[in-house]
Every structure is written in C-alpha cells, then in structure tokens.
C-alpha cells in the first residue's frame, strides 16, 4: 500500500491554533520521526539562526545564510532519527517557495522543489473544523499572551503578558473569514502540487492524541506500536469563557442574518 512506504520527511500544512504544537511535540516525543517546528516562519529566522549558530553576517546574502541555514533545519528536524519532519503554516510557504527557488530555480513547482530539498516528503494537511472555536482561541492567545500551556497546567509558552481576554466580535470575524480562506488555500494547493495529504481534523487529534498519532506514523511508514509510549505534553486552554464567546458569537451572526 502506498501509505506504508517509508517517507523520509513530512511536512504538517496547518494554520495557528489547529494543534499543530500537540502533533509536533507527539511526533518529537516517539523519538523515531523527527522533530517538527516552524523552522521557516519569516519572524523567527534571527531567533533560529542564533540557536543554529548560523552566522546573521550573510543575511544580505540571501543564498549563503540559506545554505547555512537549510543545512542546520535538515539537522535539527530530524533530530537523530532517519526521518525530518516540519510544521508550515500557511503564510510561510511564500516564504519558503521563495528562499528555495533560488537553489532550484529549474523545478517546476513547490513540490518539486520541496522533494529536491527534503527528500520524499508526505504531507499532513491539519485542520480544525470548528473555525469560530479556533478563532476565539486565537484572539484571546493574541490578547493574553498566553498560547500554549503544559500538561500539568503550567504555562509552557507566553509571548507576552497581555490583557485580559476582552470579547470582539468584529475581529472573531475577520479572523474566521482568514481561516476559511487559508484552509481553502492548502486545499488548492495540494491539488496543484498534485499531492495527497494526510488529512487529520484538531478535532480528532484533541479527543484521542495517540490514536491519531498512530495513523500518523503508519502512513510514514513507521511502527505506529509505539504511539503508546507517548504521553501529550500540552493541555487545552480552551475554558468556560471560550464556550461563551462561541455561543454568543454564534447567536450574533445568526441574528445578523435574520434582521438583513
């Protein structure tokens, strides 16, 4: 079966907020499938070339800082294992399009160019069905600071110490709009590339992590037996007032449409 030959890379295609921090830390933590992150995400390059020891003296030199730079991602995404792995949200493929399209300037299209680069890549399209549930997570992450807590309710990732979480309709909405346009977006984008994705829902990877992660490393061709010595590191953050702000957003547009 196709989904059982070895792949020895993936890229998770995903949005904020879709669990893609879950997967990643899953994966990470078989210690067989390498360790995923956003290695191409434009606002963290300096922060990532300072933990790669990548010289920051070449960035006026696009070509030899990324030659640099991509041979520490393939180093610190594989992670001592046979396999690299990496996260991708939507608004860094033009990104990183862009950055290998220099190396490759003759291959035809991302995937071409993906595949000269990361070897047989499969693709791991992560959604969340539910978009205003993902949005109200966003905006309060945005608001608050707060985006990722441990397992033990510790809190494992704050950006910043922000306000508390202030209700907007105005921008749940433009943000749901931005989610439904870049789920469309990676749709497209893997009919163009001509791919199949391994498509996995938040909601499925939410309810039972280690099923879906099992799934995950059959389709790679790895043992998914060993899905059972993974424990999650991240807790939801979602909360009382999450579900309230849903309802109420909910209502709102339901309204909306019915006094138009």
Known sequence: MENMIFSNSYIICAKPRSGSTLLCDLLTDTQVAGCPDSFFRREDFLEWASYFDVSVTNWGNEQEFDQSYLTAVLQEGTGGTSIF??????????????????FHPGLPNDNARFQAVFGSPRYVHLTRENKVAQAVSRLKAEQSGLWHLGADGTERERLKFGQAPIYDAGSLAKIVARLEEQDAAWSNWFVQQEVEPICITYEALSDNPLAVLEVVLAALGLDSAIAKTVTPRTAKLADSQSREWAERFREELINSKSST
Not at 86 to 100: N, P, Q, T, V
């Open 85 to 102: 792995g990496m996260r991708l949200m939507w608004e860094s493929l033009g990104e990183l399009s862009k950055r290998l399209a220099s």
